[in-house]
């Protein structure tokens, strides 16, 4: 199957991105569908560090703001010692901001050189400030398998994403956000007091798949002179080419009710692209059924948005075709496209054949436009699972991937 994808990509690889993707979605629309991350549903605990309201200072990015134990209730079992930290980073509009996140240290003691670094980077959660990775118990998926990587004696730095639990919108699936949230957090860290190596690698899934493989790609350049040694990246479930499809909706497109999950994210995107690029009008295109649904996403977690739009028709929430905006498709690549080129450490890529929240085509397009154009990385495919299941299933792959590039 990765041969085929190469050789359409060749010939082009944003044509068949689109064609595959959407296939894909008008053929799963009836399929039931798996939920991307189990979510939380108990109340925010900021363990003393509510940063939703910060006004303070915030410097250079990178700058750690803020540090304090991490609350028992939200750390997790195989972690010896776990804290909450805020620090500076960069926001939509390249303005400094802050963001959250957790760094969770291994009950065994540290190496000389300290405990090799995995910056984690969350699948969908929410975008309102209730749905902050830091401030909630973790999924029992996610329990199991950041448990997995502490028990192999890595430290994990968990961002929030600037905008989840801090002032300001998380920007869902933008590349850049995501990117600099993910390099500052590790940048933080390492003036945190904490036995940390210097030695780094990001993992992520889902919307954290995306975030990771952006973060990867500017990992180099965002850490240049901090001595920070950034080894390479494991992603799983990502959602490339995404924006392809998104330019596509309008009031007869898509055709049929897609599974909730794409919903959920469909709501979440454009939300996230309007508060980005108010200069386009992104609402004025919607319904009213559109903006009653983007005002919902703004604020509700991934929980709350499945049972919101649960049958609902993508199509009913617009008035006009996205492509009625001047400039849309520039503007959606630049906002959420995931790199395919300029990767300078190695790629590992997990997908199931059975996940119906990213569908197959999406990430083995991004794998047949890396391969085209040269780039370092490696494809497992399981061909059993859906997209949750990918992430444990795929630790058999990734274990020794990580255990060679950290050497």
Known sequence: MARLWILRVKRSCAAVAVTAIAATGALTATAPIAHADDPATAAPVWSGLDAREYHGSIGAPGTLL?????????????????????????????????????IFLPKRPAPKAGHKVIAWAHGTTGLGDDCTPSALPRSDRDTAYLGHWLAQGYAIVATDYAGLGTPGLMSYLSSRVQAHSIVDSVKAAAHAGLPLSKTWAIVGQSQGAGAALSGARWATALSKGTGLDYRGVVATGAPANIEHIVWQA?????????????????????????????????????STEGRRVVAQARVRCYAEMRTLVDGARVSDWFTRPVTSIPGVQGALVKYM???????????????????????????????????????????????????????????????????????
């Open 66 to 102: 803020a540090k304090v134990p991490l609350a028992a209730s939200v750390t997790l079992p195989n972690a010896g010692s776990a804290y909450r930290i805020l620090y500076a980073t960069t926001d939509i509009h390249g303005r400094p901001a802050v963001s959250t996140g957790a």
């Open 250 to 286: 309008g009031p007869a497109f898509p055709p049929v009710v897609l599974p909730t999950g794409l919903n959920v994210y469909a709501s979440y995107i454009w939300a996230g692209f309007a508060d980005a690029r108010p200069d386009l009008s992104p609402m004025s295109i919607l």
């Open 337 to 407: 496209a995931i790199p395919y080129r300029g990767y300078d450490r190695p790629i590992f890529l997990g997908q199931g054949l059975k996940d119906m929240d990213v569908p197959a085509p999406s990430a083995l397009s991004l794998y047949a436009q890396m391969r085209a154009a040269g780039q370092p990385v490696d494809l497992h495919v399981y061909p059993t699972q859906d997209h949750s299941g990918t992430v444990l299933a795929s630790m058999k792959d990734s274990t020794p991937f990580l255990a060679r590039i950290m050497r």
